[in-house]
């Protein structure tokens, strides 16, 4: 079973828009999440995380939104621009991030000049 | 510094044969962490080293993979035996082990099995 989901497999966004990247998660004991970006014949490349005693985290352009109840995270990048086209993948952790990442499948992103 | 690090980049064999994939982390963490990834899918976890000890081996796939850090440091994934479906890209992640530690992956290394 899919812990971690990712629901929409592409997203395509004019640039200077912002772009949402939406991830659902099942398990309730996953205290840590992080989203990383992945380009072509690159590893994963972390971005930004979020503990799940918070609701959003912010870095630059990019903001982390934590639902708890809901058990959803979303990751918002404004403003957009081409070189952020990439596969973004949502993951999630127990005991703060130290153990094991289990990842959703990734949303492709395309941010059109 | 020098990042993670993962030979070969490639590595093409036929079905039945022994393949040895190594990681090299980035130096002083302590944590070493390997992942498959399936075309499609998101890294899958397959074994997490604490020093030199396996300290999760739950994702491994069955007895014909195996996973070495003799000294804490360089891992070598073993794969025997290998079947056409254990054609991915295998990577491998390190990172400092503190609470929020994010995990520095390598470039990875494509098997394929023939």
């Known amino acids: 079973d899919q812990q971690v989901k990712q629901n929409s497999p592409s997203l395509s966004v004019q640039e200077g828009r912002i772009s949402i990247l939406n991830c659902d998660y099942t398990n309730s004991m996953f205290d840590y999440f992080l989203w990383y970006k992945k380009y072509p014949a690159e590893g994963p490349t972390f971005l930004i995380s979020i503990s799940s005693i918070k609701d959003k985290n912010e870095d630059g352009r990019f903001t982390v939104f934590l639902n708890k109840s809901a058990k959803h995270l979303s990751l918002h990048i404004v403003p957009s621009q081409p070189g952020d086209s990439a596969v973004y993948f949502c993951a999630a952790s127990f005991q703060g991030g130290s153990e094991k990442l289990v990842f959703g499948k990734g949303t492709k992103l395309t941010v059109n000049p | 510094g020098a990042g993670v690090s993962q030979t070969p980049s490639n590595k093409v064999t036929e079905k039945g044969k022994y393949v040895e994939l190594r990681c090299d982390p980035i130096s002083g963490h302590t944590a070493l962490y390997w992942y498959r990834q399936s075309l499609g899918q998101g890294p899958e976890f397959l074994i997490y080293f604490q020093g030199t000890g396996a300290a999760d081996d739950s994702g491994l796939p069955n007895d014909r993979f195996f996973a070495v850090r003799p000294e804490g440091s360089v891992s070598t994934l073993k794969i025997q035996r290998t079947e056409r479906g254990d054609s991915a890209m295998y990577l491998c992640?390190?990172?400092?082990?503190?609470?929020?530690?994010?995990?520095?992956f390598g470039p990875g290394t494509r098997l394929t099995v023939l």
């Open positions: 992640a390190s990172s400092l082990l503190t609470s929020g530690g994010e995990q520095f």
